[in-house]
Each structure stands twice: as C-alpha cells, then as structure tokens.
C-alpha cells in the first residue's frame, strides 16, 4: 500500500506540481485548499504525513498544526512556507511540526525529507522501555506515564527512542540532529534543545531527573534516576 501525503497549500500552481511528482514518486496525495478542510482531512483520512503551508485561508498552517496535534495525530508534518525565519521554525516546533522546507525548494530535497521522515515515522522494534512512572512501546509507538497515555509527536518518540539508545552517555546537539533529523537537516541546534525541553516536560519531574542538560556540550538521557 503506497504512503498517504496530504498537502495543505492553497496555490495552486503548487498544489498541481506536487500533486503530479508525488504520484509519480509512488504516493497516494490528497489536497486541502484552506486550513479548517486540512484538519477535517487529515482527521477523516489519516495521511502518513502532511505537508502544510503556513499562510493558508480559514486558519494559518501554526493553528492547523496545533489542533493536528491536540486530535492526537502524530504522522510527521512538514512546513512549507517562505516564512523560515529562526522564530518561524521555533513556533513551528513549539506548534508539532516536524521539519521545514524553504519556498522555494528543490523537488529532490523535497521528496529526500518526506522519504526520511517516513523512513524515522517507523522505529526499529524495541523492548518495551520503562523509566520513572514511563513506560515507552517502540514498536506500538506508544509512550505513558502513571498509565496515562501521552501526547507525543512522531519525532518526540524517535528522539526519546535515540537518547535511551545511548543511556547514560553525553550526546551533543549536532549528534542528535544528524541521527534523529537526517543529516541532510539544515536546521539549528535550538531544534534539540526545544524538543529536549518539550520531552522533560512530558516525561520527566519539574527537577529533571532523567533528561540532564551538560552545559557547553550537550544531553545526557539516563533510565535510572539521577537523584
């Protein structure tokens, strides 16, 4: 069965382009025009990824990201827009999204980032990792704490997956960024430390105490307390 894409984007010289190269790559594409149509079909369809336009009518691509996410939709979305400022990407990140590519773009980049994000969507099997009151399923991509289930994107879930693959070792952000975001990733290291941040706040206690941050280095993720 090919990978589902939804592309939220209302140009629709755009629309038709990607629409034509993504079939010929082997996907399934669907498109949305406006942002209240997107979440209705993402919802209803449930795509393998979304690529989303932030300047979209009815609702701009932060709210169809953040409300994607409060439905508990957790497929990797891609931001497409020619707002890619450093604060762009930050409320990008801060709203769900998973990457970021710049308008224009290369259609190569383009389908190497939706193939990576797949690619990272489907984590190795794993045993079942358990830390505090966590208990993380890999191989079910679901992760809950105190027997609650928690709210985390595909790429919180390859990150944590990647920081206890490396209990009790310090990892430095580009470390992180080229095995967890690929290494073709041209973003920050402030990508790490916001998803680190969104992680501890998830998983860990107000003084973290498995999620420690080593100053002028980088993180170091530990499955026994550290206090």
């Known amino acids: 069965m090919p990978d589902r894409i939804l592309l939220i984007e209302d140009d629709p010289s755009i629309v038709r382009g990607l629409e034509m190269n ?58 497409l827009s020619a707002k890619m400022s450093e604060p762009d990407k930050v409320m990008g990140l801060d709203t769900g999204a998973d990457d970021f590519v710049t308008k224009p773009f290369g259609l190569a980049e383009l389908l190497a980032r939706i193939k990576a994000n797949l690619r990272r969507q489907r984590p ?6 358990r830390f505090g009151d966590v208990e993380a399923d890999f191989t079910a991509g679901e992760v809950r704490r105190g027997g609650q289930l928690v709210d985390l994107t595909a790429r919180e879930i390859q990150l944590l997956q990647y920081l206890a693959r490396n209990d009790g070792r310090v990892v430095t952000r580009q470390m992180v960024l080229d095995a967890v975001w690929g290494l073709n990733y041209f973003g920050t290291e402030r990508t790490v430390d916001n998803f680190i941040t969104r992680l501890r706040q998830k998983l860990d206690t107000e003084e973290p105490q498995h999620f420690s941050t080593v100053r002028g280095v980088g993180y170091r993720f530990r499955l026994e307390s550290s206090r």
């Open 22 to 79: 993504l079939s010929l790559d082997g996907y399934e594409v669907r498109a949305a025009v406006d942002g209240p149509s997107g979440v209705r079909a993402a919802a209803e369809w449930k795509p393998d990824l979304v690529l989303l336009d932030i300047m979209l009518p009815g609702m701009n691509g932060y709210e169809v990201c953040r409300e994607l996410r409060k439905r508990q939709l957790t497929m990797p979305i891609i931001i």
């Open 124 to 129: 190795v099997a794993a045993p079942v990792l």
